[in-house]
């Protein structure tokens, strides 16, 4: 598919521009008639149905991986100051 720069209407969303658009397509913020022309390129092409794939497995597993933010350990601040302080020669 050769891209092609939109003049204000549009005819077929390219990759580069799914890319950009992907966020905004699942948060429902789009007009429906460039979602429509995001899910026809999705149907047509491969790579970007696969990098849809892979961003809806990562969002879906965030939960599991993110916990709750642990408070550092006691003098953990003072060991970075020391640590940057050195790597600086200080």
Do not use: N
């Not at 849809?52 to 970075?80: F, I, K, N």
């Amino acid at each position: 598919m050769a891209e092609h720069v939109h003049t204000g209407s549009f005819e077929e969303i390219v990759c580069t521009e799914f890319v950009e658009l992907v966020t905004a397509y699942w948060d429902g913020a789009l007009p429906e008639a460039q979602a429509e022309l995001v899910e026809e390129h999705l149907v047509m092409c491969d790579w970007c149905k696969t990098y849809m794939d892979q961003l809806e497995l990562t969002v879906a597993a965030l939960p599991s991986v993110a916990g709750e933010p642990s408070a550092p350990s006691p003098g953990a601040q003072d060991e970075l100051l020391q640590a940057l302080r050195a790597r600086r020669g200080e």
